[in-house]
């Protein structure tokens, strides 16, 4: 007598999904454990910046303060005011046709992926038109051999009757 497949193959996948459960469950612990140890050097940490320690690593000397001051500013120098009229305008005209050249430069760039889009587009769509255009023509004399062979049959049957 010959024992069924699913005698053996039910326990067998039974105890192969409860060791990947045993293993998930290891990971799972693991896991926890690191996020455990985690959670506690964060919570030591806030705790040594509440009580106003620093890490012991850190010394005075390499500390570095959140806003730098700023140095005094330089005593005035005069310049002519002429001079740092054209400056400015000179900085503010080279500014404007970086600008422009940079918008031209952007524009022209858009301009051409249009038309790359655009040939792209209409090259794959000749492609698709190609790949069905065969299956129709090939399904539209499949469809008139097999009206042919249908109106043969009905002209035996017709004169058999007849």
């Known amino acids: 007598m010959r024992r069924s497949p699913l005698r053996w193959m039910i326990p067998t996948f039974l105890a192969l999904q409860l ?22 050097d964060l919570q030591a940490l806030a705790d040594s910046l509440d009580n106003g320690q620093g890490a012991d690593w850190q010394d005075e000397a390499q500390a570095v303060p959140a806003v730098q001051r700023q140095a005094p ?6 310049i002519a005011v002429l001079a740092a009229e ?20 952007v524009k022209d760039a858009r301009e051409v992926q249009s038309k790359l889009s655009i040939e792209e587009n209409s ?7 190609k790949a069905n255009a065969t299956p129709t023509s090939w399904r539209s004399w499949a469809i008139a051999l097999s009206g042919a062979a ?5 002209r035996v049957a017709l004169r058999r009757r007849g």
């Open 86 to 105: 054209e400056e400015k305008d000179a900085a503010a005209k080279e500014l404007k046709s970086s600008q422009d050249s940079a918008q031209k430069a």
């Open 73 to 78: 500013n330089p005593p005035p120098q005069r």
């Open 19 to 40: 060791g990947l459960l045993w293993i998930q469950g290891a990971q799972i612990h693991r896991q926890n454990l690191l996020l455990q140890g985690l959670r506690e």
């Open 123 to 129: 090259r794959k769509a000749d492609e698709q038109r």
């Open 150 to 154: 249908l109106l043969l049959l009905a």
